[in-house]
């Protein structure tokens, strides 16, 4: 616990030394546009999912910051359901002058486009991009029930039985759902998809040996792989975690270009006018570059990032595309 105490504290100045002069150079082409609104009264940032999770982790401690910063209280609103859906089209619906801000996500903005055939939001015309805020790699573990020790031998024992091996997510569409269908189509093997509702169920029975492997992020597998309990074979992110510094990438073991990682960032309903836009966007990034916020995101193994409006749509784009494909391949669909 000491040697993972050290890894962060000398990660985390690291990382805020390197990126607070990346910060001012995102900041500093909005500054003048971004003193034209100042906000009068508190505003709303929704979160699509639950209390508890990385997405109420991020949103709350920006909030404070990001209050601090607009002179205004951020006020956070949890409406969990639908995947995320229920939120997205609150947000696509509210009034475009500020007072409405929601944490977009790689499910409700890149994953649920391509599974949802009738989806009530549309992805890229309701919301105006704001900022990436961070993103926290996907781990791919086995419970008791699997004797692999590496990810190449759980792919070695799976190609040696085509569905026998099965693996658990927080339910279809979830984060883990896409990241192990990313690793089944990268490797070429057949898992079976074991859905759950929610994370708590499905660390349950990965505990208790009824499902070989499972996918999500770090922060729920740590305590358990402390304890000897479960075994973290790889990572999603494109660079090891400063956490788990032995555990290899997927990309490493082979899988060129491989990456799974959830993201978080801000958007606005769409019409939000710039000046607004370019304020919430250089005051976020400066929430974002506190010791406060880049500490409490570390903590739960995030990875702060920050961007521009317009690289932010670019992303989201990517995402779309990458994602989409994955959706496809798997010829998967909504509950």
Same mark, same amino acid.
């Given at each position: 616990?000491?040697?993972?105490?050290?890894?962060?504290?000398?990660?985390?100045?690291?990382?805020?030394?390197?990126? #607070?002069?990346?910060?001012?150079?995102?900041?500093?082409?909005?500054? #003048?546009?971004?003193?034209?609104?100042?906000?009068?009264?508190?505003?709303?940032?929704? /979160?699509?999912?639950?209390?508890?999770?990385?997405?109420?982790?991020?949103?709350? #401690?920006?909030?404070?910051?990001?209050?601090?910063?607009?002179?205004?209280?951020?006020?956070?609103?949890?409406?969990?359901?639908?995947?995320?859906?229920?939120?997205?089209?609150?947000?696509?619906?509210?009034?475009?002058?500020?007072? &409405?801000?929601?944490?977009?996500?790689?499910?409700?903005?890149?994953?649920?486009?391509?599974?949802?055939?009738?989806?009530?939001?549309?992805?890229?015309?309701?919301?105006?991009?704001?900022?990436?805020?961070?993103?926290?790699?996907?781990?791919?573990? /086995?419970?008791?029930?699997?004797?692999?020790?590496?990810?190449?031998?759980?792919?070695?024992?799976?190609?040696?039985?085509?569905?026998?091996?099965?693996?658990? *997510?927080?339910?279809?569409?979830?984060?883990?759902?896409?990241?192990?269908?990313?690793?089944?189509?990268?490797?070429?093997?057949?898992?079976?998809?074991?859905?759950?509702?929610?994370?708590?169920?499905?660390?349950?029975?990965?505990?208790?040996? +009824?499902?070989?492997?499972?996918?999500?992020?770090?922060?729920?597998?740590?305590?358990?792989?402390?304890?000897?309990?479960?075994?973290?074979?790889?990572?999603?992110?494109?660079?090891?975690?400063?956490?788990?510094?032995?555990?290899? &990438?997927?990309?490493?073991?082979?899988?060129?270009?491989?990456? *799974? &990682?959830?993201?978080?960032?801000?958007? /606005?309903?769409?019409?939000?006018?710039?000046?607004?836009?370019?304020?919430? +966007?250089?005051?976020?990034?400066?929430?974002?570059?506190?010791?406060?916020?880049?500490?409490?995101?570390?903590?739960?193994? #995030?990875?702060?990032?920050?961007?521009?409006?317009?690289?932010?749509?670019?992303?989201?784009?990517?995402?779309?595309?990458?994602?989409?494909?994955?959706?496809?391949?798997?010829?998967?669909?909504?509950?």
């Amino acid at each position: 616990m000491k040697t993972l105490g050290i890894y962060f504290r000398n990660f985390m100045l690291k990382l805020f030394c390197v990126h #607070s002069l990346a910060w001012v150079a995102l900041i500093a082409p909005f500054s #003048s546009e971004a003193q034209g609104w100042s906000p009068d009264r508190p505003i709303r940032l929704i /979160v699509p999912y639950g209390v508890g999770g990385s997405s109420d982790v991020i949103a709350r #401690s920006l909030a404070v910051e990001l209050g601090k910063n607009l002179g205004q209280s951020v006020i956070v609103e949890n409406k969990a359901g639908g995947q995320g859906v229920i939120a997205m089209q609150e947000a696509a619906r509210a009034t475009p002058d500020g007072y &409405t801000i929601i944490l977009g996500h790689v499910g409700t903005l890149a994953v649920n486009p391509a599974m949802m055939q009738k989806l009530p939001y549309d992805a890229q015309k309701d919301f105006a991009p704001v900022t990436l805020l961070a993103k926290v790699p996907m781990v791919f573990a /086995v419970g008791p029930k699997s004797d692999a020790t590496s990810l190449l031998q759980f792919i070695s024992q799976a190609k040696a039985a085509p569905g026998k091996l099965n693996y658990g *997510s927080a339910g279809n569409g979830s984060a883990g759902h896409l990241a192990f269908e990313m690793l089944k189509s990268s490797a070429g093997i057949d898992v079976v998809h074991v859905p759950y509702k929610g994370t708590g169920a499905q660390m349950t029975d990965l505990l208790a040996g +009824n499902i070989d492997a499972a996918a999500a992020g770090l922060p729920g597998f740590l305590p358990h792989v402390k304890s000897g309990k479960l075994k973290i074979l790889a990572v999603g992110s494109a660079q090891r975690m400063s956490s788990i510094p032995d555990v290899p &990438t997927v990309a490493e073991l082979g899988y060129k270009n491989f990456e *799974s &990682t959830q993201w978080f960032g801000l958007l /606005v309903p769409a019409n939000t006018p710039e000046p607004v836009i370019a304020r919430l +966007n250089k005051e976020a990034l400066k929430a974002l570059a506190s010791p406060a916020v880049q500490r409490r995101l570390i903590e739960d193994s #995030s990875t702060p990032v920050g961007a521009g409006p317009k690289d932010f749509a670019l992303f989201i784009a990517s995402e779309q595309k990458r994602w989409g494909t994955v959706v496809r391949n798997a010829n998967l669909t909504a509950d």
